[in-house]
């Protein structure tokens, strides 16, 4: 098990949000938001999105539209 430094932590983040920003159209633009104001790659919740799932802002004007997995049937 590796451990990371805050440094490569926040590179981390900002490469995710960066990712996202960067797509076109809305949806990207949501899901870099929802990154941005959740995920914490130090945490050990989860991968960013796991982390936004579990987002518990309901009063979020995103809250309805962030980005979730597929329910698996």
Same mark, same amino acid.
């Given at each position: %098990?590796? /451990? @990371? &430094?805050?440094? =490569? %932590?926040?590179?981390?983040? &900002?490469? /995710?949000?960066?990712?996202?920003?960067?797509?076109?159209?809305? @949806?990207?633009? #949501?899901?870099? %938001? +929802?990154?941005? +104001?959740?995920?914490?790659?130090?945490?050990?919740?989860? &991968?960013? @999105?796991?982390? #936004?799932?579990?987002?518990?802002?309901? =009063? +979020?004007?995103?809250? =309805? #539209?962030?980005? @979730?997995?597929?329910?698996?049937?």
């Amino acid at each position: %098990m590796t /451990t @990371r &430094t805050y440094q =490569e %932590m926040d590179a981390l983040r &900002t490469a /995710t949000i960066n990712l996202h920003k960067a797509k076109p159209g809305l @949806r990207g633009k #949501v899901d870099a %938001m +929802c990154c941005e +104001c959740i995920y914490d790659p130090g945490s050990g919740g989860g &991968t960013w @999105r796991e982390q #936004v799932e579990a987002c518990t802002s309901p =009063e +979020c004007p995103l809250y =309805e #539209v962030r980005p @979730r997995s597929k329910p698996h049937d």
